[in-house]
């Protein structure tokens, strides 16, 4: 079982940085598929990043260049290293997961995904 705490969220200026850490308090997430996601405000929740259980990537055209998706080596944290934000990137970010068939297959729905952190708000705001 994936118990998943997000943290990092915040307000920052245009063009700055924020790193997004989604921890699993229950099993190691190894082999799962994680996936970031966003939802601002009266819009549906987007895929914006995943990292495979074989440490593929991938990214959104949005995301892609500016942020980086990555796994620490204890196996219990994914990282999202975001990179010169603007204000389209303003939105409650959620990282979810779930065992992949096959194993390096990168979910990109939010209905293919089982498990899911509690969000957290980012704000890109002068």
């Known amino acids: 079982q994936v118990q998943l705490v997000e943290s990092g969220g915040g307000l920052v200026q245009p063009g700055g940085s924020l790193r997004l850490t989604c921890t699993s308090t229950g099993d190691t997430l190894n082999v799962y598929a994680v996936g970031w996601f966003r939802q601002a405000p009266g819009k549906e929740r987007e895929f914006v990043s995943g990292i495979s259980s074989t440490e593929g990537t991938l990214y959104t055209d949005a995301a892609k260049g500016r942020f980086s998706v990555s796994r620490d080596n204890s196996m219990t944290t994914v990282y999202l290293q975001m990179n010169s934000l603007n204000s389209d990137d303003t939105s409650v970010y959620y990282c979810?997961?779930?065992?992949?068939?096959?194993?390096?297959?990168?979910?990109?729905?939010?209905?293919?995904?089982?498990?899911w952190g509690q969000g957290a708000q980012v704000t890109v705001s002068s």
């Open positions: 979810a997961a779930r065992i992949p068939h096959p194993f390096n297959y990168i979910p990109t729905t939010a209905a293919e995904y089982v498990y």
